[in-house]
């Protein structure tokens, strides 16, 4: 199956996935179940595309390892995390503004987008898993991705552990997360997720001509901490957690780095 086949194939698969979760979604009226199927869905693209080659070696059961780690653990997390809770605000809010027509509308407003993004998101594991076919071994770039991956799956995985343990104890109602991870980053799950798709992209290149796929990080850091990411949850957070205002001018909003000091008389 040649490359653009492969791209098709993953456009397709997709495709029917966005369309079973909206579907889904409907007699719910429920459209937070996106969310949980964001992970996942990388998954099932990268098992896809791997069962449509002929030819499987090292580099392509690398990338499917990691992909499908990264996906299983962020769906169980969101899974748990939103499992019975109402519908997200962000979601409401849109519900509320289009009205009846909401059920259909959100197949194009949320859903179709959602899927645009998975799709362009996971082009260097389907570029990755076709060029493994020529160039299968690891090199060093390879072992840097993997180490790439592993903090990005630290800190995600540390970060979202710390965040519900403290969210766990009634007294910290209100209160902003500090300790741990989040003491260095407002967002160490967000940063995480940056690590993981720079390091997918790593272990994803065959060669320089596959460089083009970068598009798919570069979009996935944008998302992050200019659109979907830090800008979005950080819009509002002030106004129900009147100590983020603090937190906020003393800790990184997304690269670690150390607190800066307090200021004299807080």
């Not at 966005?18 to 459209?31: A, D, E, G, M, T």
């Not at 199927?37 to 080659?53: D, E, H, T, Y």
């Not at 809010?93 to 009205?99: F, N, V």
């Not at 500090?178 to 992209?201: A, E, I, K």
Request: proline content about 5%; hydrophobic content about 50%.
């Amino acid at each position: 199956m040649s490359l653009f086949e492969l791209i098709q194939l993953s456009a397709g698969i997709v495709a029917g996935y966005i369309l079973c979760f909206w579907l889904v979604s409907v007699p719910l009226r429920n459209v937070s179940i996106v969310d949980i199927g964001w992970g996942p869905g990388f998954a099932i693209v990268a098992w896809g595309c791997w069962w449509a080659m002929p030819v499987h070696q090292t580099r392509a059961y690398v990338l499917l390892t990691l992909v499908t780690l990264w996906a299983l653990r962020l769906g169980v997390h969101l899974t748990v995390r939103n499992i019975g809770e109402e519908e997200d605000r962000r979601y409401q809010s849109m519900r509320r503004k289009i009205g009846p027509q909401f059920w259909w509308v959100s197949l194009l407003t949320v859903f179709a987008l959602q899927g645009v993004v998975m799709w362009t998101v996971a082009l260097p594991v389907v570029v990755g898993l076709e060029s493994s076919y020529w160039f299968g071994d690891l090199q060093p770039l390879h072992w840097g991705g993997i180490a790439l991956w592993i903090v990005g799956m630290g800190f995600e995985s540390i970060g979202d552990w710390q965040l519900a343990r403290f969210k766990a104890n009634t007294e910290n109602e209100s209160q902003v997360c500090d300790q741990g991870l989040w003491r260095y980053t407002r967002h160490p799950n967000y940063f995480g997720d940056f690590c993981v798709w720079w390091g997918h992209w790593l272990v994803s290149l065959g060669m320089w001509t596959d460089a083009w796929t970068v598009v798919s990080p570069l979009l996935m850091s944008v998302l992050l901490m200019r659109v979907s990411g830090v800008t979005l949850l950080e819009s509002d957070i002030s106004d129900r957690r009147p100590a983020y205002a603090e937190y906020k001018r003393r800790t990184s909003a997304f690269f670690p780095w150390f607190p800066k000091a307090e200021v004299p008389g807080d």
